[in-house]
């Protein structure tokens, strides 16, 4: 930002973005009498919202006071009280930094801002109140748009930005106590609804769909299943991070969604089989992601070119060559999250089973696991630090249920 943009005959507090997200405060000062050419002085006050820069704001414009006639500065003056937009800005700005790359709670907490700034971003904090969160919720709730839990979520998400701005002594402590007193919707409350709880894909349903997807695509599949990996692990596998020496392949992620909670040491192994190195080898490279929609698009080329029964005109091979040399769209190097599910509902709806989504390949894998091997080795096998995070991706068993119905040990009692 170019200080001579503010340059005004009369000095007014600017505002001037930086790089980590936050504002400093400063004035242009004319230092040459009227008439003449003029010249400014900048005086920085430091960031904003923060109580030293608010401290010599205030001292700059006490220094004011008195000074009359045409060559006084006249001052724009800001308010003290930092706003609810402010905040939001100080508290991206940190957990962009605090949380890691691979991390999607910033863009969580920003979708979660965005419309509650849009509507109190004005407001001063120590204005806000109850009342006010307790409507934002119920306009929440009365669009129909999202869940319970959802709801919950960005209401836990606004109340951890106010206990960060009571940290940074933007939220006075009282404020954050009430605000804290809203309780979580429950269960069938206030006319919330439950989206339905993620299944397991049916495997005959995912057999189905593999005739109808191209090689990387069913390849992705397939590892997911035999890993019980998330699919964006699957989805960005490179080849240096496989070590193939031993009879047992393992994978090496750089980072994971949980990396967080273990110690930097402590990296994510996915241990491939043999039938899973199978499905790896025809995809191995130097270097580089293994699975690539480049790939897929060869092997459509090669498939088509395959079944073409008349002769290829010169100009449709003059388009191609144009299009190999100056392509209009470049692809990917690897699939991302919304390619790989377009593939798979779309080979759904040729092979005419339902539509299911990648992740629920990982519930489908932690529920056999579990099964077959108990619970502690589906947690290790899926990365999970606790066992109570396994458990949502388990299906529920009814064969207990059905063996006592069966059993009926309390016949003939009453």
């Known amino acids: 930002m170019n200080p001579e943009n503010n340059l005004t005959p009369t000095s007014k507090i600017c505002r001037q973005p930086r790089r980590n997200g ?14 003449t050419k003029p010249q400014y002085k900048r005086i920085s006050f430091g960031y904003e919202g923060e109580p030293e820069t608010t401290a010599r704001v205030e001292a700059w414009l006490r220094n004011q006071d008195g000074q009359q006639g045409d060559d006084a500065p006249l001052v724009e003056t800001v308010s003290s009280a930092p706003s609810i937009a402010l905040l939001a800005r100080e508290f991206m700005a940190f957990a962009r930094q605090d949380y890691p790359p691979t991390s999607k709670e910033p863009n969580h907490f920003f979708y979660v801002l965005k419309p509650f700034v849009e509507r109190y971003g004005a407001q001063t904090i120590q204005s806000f109140s109850l009342a006010q969160l307790e409507q934002y919720r119920a306009d929440m709730i009365a669009s129909g748009r999202l869940c319970r839990k959802e ?21 006075p402590i009282e404020l954050n106590q009430e605000l804290h007193l809203i309780e979580s919707i429950r269960r069938g409350r206030l006319g919330t609804r439950d989206n339905p709880r993620v299944r397991s894909a049916p495997l005959q349903d995912v057999i189905a769909t593999l005739p109808f997807l191209s090689s990387p695509v069913a390849a992705m599949i397939k590892l997911q299943l035999y890993t019980g990996a998330r699919p964006g692990e699957i989805r960005m596998m490179r080849a240096e991070d496989l070590d193939t020496s031993g009879k047992i392949w393992h994978y090496t992620l750089a980072t994971d969604k949980t990396a967080r909670f273990r110690d930097p040491d402590d990296k994510r192994v996915i241990s491939l089989h043999a039938e899973a190195q199978a499905v790896i080898k025809p995809f191995m490279r130097p270097s ?35 299009a190999v040399l100056y392509p209009k769209e470049m692809l990917n190097d690897y699939y991302t999250q919304d390619a790989y599910r377009r593939c798979i509902k779309r080979a759904c709806e040729r092979a005419g089973v339902p539509a299911w989504h990648p992740y629920q390949l990982r519930h489908t894998a932690a529920t056999a696991i579990q099964r077959a091997y108990g619970i502690e ?4 096998v899926l990365g999970h630090v606790a066992s109570s995070t396994t458990e949502i991706y388990i299906d529920k068993r009814t064969e207990d249920a059905d063996k006592l119905a069966e059993i009926q040990p309390f016949r003939g009692v009453f």
């Not at 698009?297 to 003059?318: C, G, L, N, Y």
């Open 377 to 380: 080795t589906a947690r290790s």
């Open 22 to 35: 936050k504002y400093t405060l400063f004035v242009n000062v004319r230092i040459t009498p009227k008439g």
């Open 151 to 171: 709801i919950n979520a960005r209401i836990r998400r606004i109340l951890r930005v106010f206990k960060f701005g009571a940290r940074r002594r933007l939220v």
């Open 288 to 322: 580089g992601y293994l699975f690539r929609p480049a790939d897929a698009m060869a092997e459509r080329r090669a498939r088509d070119a395959a079944a073409r029964k008349t002769r290829v005109q010169p100009s449709q091979i003059a388009r191609h060559e144009n």
